[in-house]
Nanobody
């Protein structure tokens, strides 16, 4: 069964860093666009960052300059390096794999930024 699984969430103080990872299995990873999304309590899910199969990247304005998305096609993984974290970054972070009509979401990993 195709799946993507996130890891790396946790509790961090404001100004700190976290690195999220997403491992994909049973998909042709290299042809998929990979993205990170997040959903805070009471808010809609929003795009954080995306990296295409051609390695182009795009970021939400709120995370530009602080977050970096990367992918390793040899390991079927996509990472999100998050620096200078703010309390408003607190959310459940989801990994998404997309290719044409094929779409897979992970179960999410909680990121909490608090002192």
């Amino acid at each position: 069964q195709e799946q993507v699984v996130e890891s790396g969430g946790g509790l961090v103080q404001p100004g700190g860093s976290l690195r999220l990872s997403c491992a994909a299995s049973r998909i042709s990873f290299s042809i998929y666009d990979m993205g990170w999304y997040r959903q805070a309590p009471g808010k809609q899910r929003e795009l954080v960052a995306v990296i295409t199969r051609g390695f182009s990247t795009n970021y939400a304005d709120s995370v530009k300059g602080r977050f970096t998305i990367s992918r390793d096609n040899a390991k079927n993984t996509v990472n999100l390096q998050m620096n200078s974290l703010k309390p408003e970054d607190t959310a459940v972070y989801y990994c998404r794999a997309s290719y044409r009509e094929f779409l897979f979401w992970g179960q999410g990993t909680q990121v909490t930024v608090s002192s």
